[in-house]
């Protein structure tokens, strides 16, 4: 069964760094690509960046390029986001997706979530 | 960035009924347009890739059709279990990813 769990939000001042973190069961992780995925309180989805099965490729959304990076870990199975300069704007939920293999880009598989509060 | 819009917002319909969703694409999208659901307090779930592929486990009521920037999804008829809020989603031009603001399926 695949499994994706995410960990790492939080409560966080503006100007402030967390790391989120995804961690990847039941399928081998290694041969996808990984998405992240915002919402905002009561908003749409956001798509946030995503990064290629090797790592080689990242790409994201302008409203974070500079202060977020997307990274993984192929033998802990692990995603990440490390988030700096964070702004209150970028309060959300944030969830961990799977790309859909031979359908890039769309995600079939999502984690639950993990909050993110960016207040003084 | 492609802009997806999606009618209506809300949509009030009873059990049984036929809802019927539209997404449209400020471009081209070709046919990599995908539909979500998303239940309150829940994971967006995968429905329908690709304008008409069903995702594994989704069952036969739930179709979509269309191309370039026209898009529907259709709920044949409505399970209890199927008032949510519905997202359009295209991959055809990225980054980024770009996702419509939702249509909410309540019950009238």
């Known amino acids: 069964e695949v499994q994706l769990v995410e960990s790492g939000g939080g409560l966080v001042q503006p100007g402030g760094s967390l790391r989120l973190s995804c961690a990847a069961s039941?399928?081998?992780?290694?041969?996808?690509?990984m998405t992240w995925v915002r919402q905002a309180p009561g908003k749409g989805l956001e798509w946030v960046a995503n990064?290629?099965?090797?790592?080689?490729?990242?790409y994201y959304v302008d409203s974070v390029k500079g202060r977020f990076t997307i990274s993984r870990d192929n033998v802990k199975n692990s995603l990440y986001l490390q988030m700096n300069s964070l702004r209150a704007e970028d309060t959300a939920m944030y969830y961990c997706?799977?790309?859909?293999?031979?359908?890039?880009?769309?995600?079939?598989?999502w984690g639950q979530g993990t909050q993110v509060t960016v207040s003084s | 960035e492609i802009v997806l819009t999606q009618s209506p917002a809300t949509l009030s319909l009873s059990p049984g009924e036929r809802a019927t969703l539209s997404c449209r694409a400020s471009?081209?999208?070709?046919?990599?347009l995908a539909w979500y659901q998303q239940k309150p307090g829940q994971a967006p779930r995968l429905l329908i890739f690709?304008?008409?592929h069903r995702a594994p486990g989704i069952p036969a009521r739930f179709s979509g059709s269309g191309s370039g920037t026209d898009f529907t999804l259709t709920i044949s008829s409505l399970e209890p279990e199927d008032f949510a809020v519905y997202y359009c989603?295209?991959?055809?031009?990225?980054?980024?990813?770009?996702f419509g603001p939702g249509t909410k399926v309540d019950i009238k």
């Open positions: 997706a799977r790309d859909k293999a031979a359908a890039g880009r769309v995600c079939d598989y």
């Open positions: 039941g399928f081998t992780f290694n041969d996808y690509w």
């Open positions: 990064i290629k099965q090797d790592g080689s490729d990242k």
């Open positions: 471009q081209n999208v070709r046919n990599y």
């Open positions: 690709d304008t008409s």
């Open positions: 989603q295209q991959r055809s031009n990225w980054p980024p990813v770009t």
